[in-house]
């Protein structure tokens, strides 16, 4: 059965499949590939938990593959530039004498740079 839809100027026909006394609308999502990182994975589980309106909203105007792609990708760069700049403050020990305090230095750096992406870009 076809049921016509006006929204503004926009005219759109749905469809509906009977089901016992009700009529529910034939829905879909379009497909489309998109690689979602860690990132981007954290932005949906805080969107699903916290922010159920925006999830639901980007979900059915199919924007929330797009959002969580963008999201990914800006922390990453920003982690990237945060990383840099804080490695410019503090120098790292020599890689080539002392290879446990140099990594121990960089995973301490790193988790300062997440843990600002994190409060401004994630969990925002």
Do not use: C
């Not at 049921?3 to 926009?10: S, V």
């Not at 998109?34 to 924007?63: N, S, V």
């Not at 990914?72 to 305090?101: F, G, H, V, W, Y």
Request: glycine share 4%; proline share 5%.
């Amino acid at each position: 059965m076809k049921l016509p839809y006006k929204k503004g100027t926009m005219n759109m026909e749905l469809t509906y499949t009977p089901q016992g006394d009700y009529l529910l609308p034939d829905l879909t999502l379009s497909k489309v590939a998109m690689r979602i990182g860690k990132y981007g994975m954290m932005r949906k589980t805080f969107l699903k938990t916290e922010r159920k309106g925006m999830y639901a909203h980007l979900m059915l105007t199919e924007q929330l593959n797009h959002h969580l792609t963008d999201i990914d990708r800006t922390a990453r760069e920003q982690i990237e530039q945060t990383m840099q700049e804080l490695l410019r403050l503090n120098p790292a020990p020599d890689k080539a004498s002392d290879p446990l305090a140099w990594m121990e230095h960089m995973n301490h750096l790193k988790l300062q740079a997440e843990e600002l992406i994190l409060t401004e870009l994630i969990y925002h």
